[in-house]
């Protein structure tokens, strides 16, 4: 089993970036990751995923703003956020999977507001 662990969110301004942290309690080599973010009222969507290759998707909400990258070294994935928008407002939650096993972290608030 591999337990999650998200850190880096916080409050930031309309415009402000923040880089959220996921960390494996064991190896993620194998294994396909993704960041989901949840708002107040709304379903749970994805925003951004990598393969165990290093493929990359985004949703079309954060395409151009959001980069996922992940260090399979240090059992981590990133997700660096730039031009934050309101609307970006959410718990973000990182995933791990590989076959029929998935793993969730406990998220990690993101605050976007001036």
């Known amino acids: 089993q591999v337990q999650l662990v998200e850190s880096g969110g916080g409050l930031v301004q309309p415009g402000g970036s923040l880089r959220l942290s996921c960390a494996a309690s064991?190896?993620?080599?194998?294994?396909?990751m993704g960041w989901y973010r949840q708002a107040p009222g709304k379903q749970r969507e994805l925003v951004a995923s990598?393969?165990?290759?290093?493929?990359?998707d985004y949703a079309a909400s954060v395409l151009g703003r959001f980069t996922i990258s992940r260090d399979n070294a240090k059992n981590m994935v990133y997700l660096q956020m730039n031009s934050l928008k309101p609307e970006d407002t959410a718990v973000y939650y990182c995933?791990?999977?590989?076959?029929?096993?998935?793993?969730w972290g406990q998220g990690t608030q993101v605050t976007v507001s001036s």
């Open positions: 990598i393969t165990s290759g290093g493929i990359t």
């Open positions: 064991g190896s993620i080599f194998g294994m396909n």
């Open positions: 995933k791990a999977r590989i076959t029929w096993y998935v793993s």
